[in-house]
């Protein structure tokens, strides 16, 4: 058997990636709320201050940009942490797919609907698996899949508002802004909750995965022990 390559870190990076998107999906919200108390505080005949319409317009474009740079940065940073956990499984047991895929099948039409998720499914639910055979004592909590079914219907739903919302909210912007501005919150919002699950879902492997790594350790130091006896 190979040996389990370190993780943790990659893991950890992930994580603080994804709290970032997380936070400027918030900061975006703030600023799309204050559109509304702009609009609101317009149509009921007052005056908008203009350091409020500079604040928001800031606001809106940093928190666009921001979100761009991080969801890509994001994206990277789970797909190294994702194909590293799934090699190291493989070098314990056979996987159904090569750990290339762990990176590959994201970029794959059709693929990408369902091969991460299936891959993801298969790391849990082996990793559990072998945890309970090896009847380690530190796994005390089990690796749910329920936990990876709700992060893989999240990211399904956020791609296809992602790839929908923009159109209609062009479509409908100049004639109904408030429905345009909440159709963008309920976006961001459903963004918010997949940051939050997506997170859950690697600290609870991540957990898993450290056993692993240190049961291999301590299987290799028995190991040397013996040698030198």
């Known amino acids: 058997m190979n040996e389990l390559r370190p ?3 990659r893991g950890k990076i992930a994580i603080a990636l994804i709290w970032a998107i997380f936070g400027i999906a918030g900061f975006a919200v703030l600023f799309r709320s204050i559109d509304l108390c702009v609009y609101y505080i317009y149509m009921n005949g007052g005056e908008t201050p203009d350091t409020l319409i500079n604040i928001y317009d800031f606001g809106i474009k940093s928190a666009s940009y921001l979100t761009i740079i991080a969801y890509i940065i994001s994206i990277i940073t789970f797909i190294r942490w994702f194909r590293r956990a799934y090699y190291n499984m493989s070098t314990i047991q056979a996987m159904e797919y090569g750990d290339g895929w762990a990176a590959g099948a994201w970029f794959v039409p059709i693929m990408n609907l369902f091969v991460p998720y299936k891959m993801m499914k298969e790391l849990y639910e082996d990793t559990d698996r072998y945890l309970l055979f090896e009847n380690s004592e530190s796994y005390t ?3 749910n899949i329920s936990h990876v079914e709700l992060w893989w219907t ?3 739903i956020s791609r296809i508002l992602g790839n929908i919302i923009g159109r209609i909210i062009e479509l409908i ?3 109904n802004i408030v429905l345009s501005v909440v159709i ?4 961001l919002i459903i963004l918010m909750a997949l940051c939050i699950v997506t997170v859950n879902v690697i600290h609870r492997y991540a957990e898993a995965e450290k056993i692993l790594y240190d049961m291999q350790q301590e299987g290799s130091e028995t190991t040397e022990e013996s040698l030198s006896y």
């Open 173 to 175: 912007a100049s004639s």
């Open 141 to 143: 909590k089990n690796l």
């Open 7 to 9: 993780n943790e870190q």
């Open 154 to 156: 999240l990211w399904i």
């Open 184 to 187: 963008a919150i309920i976006n």
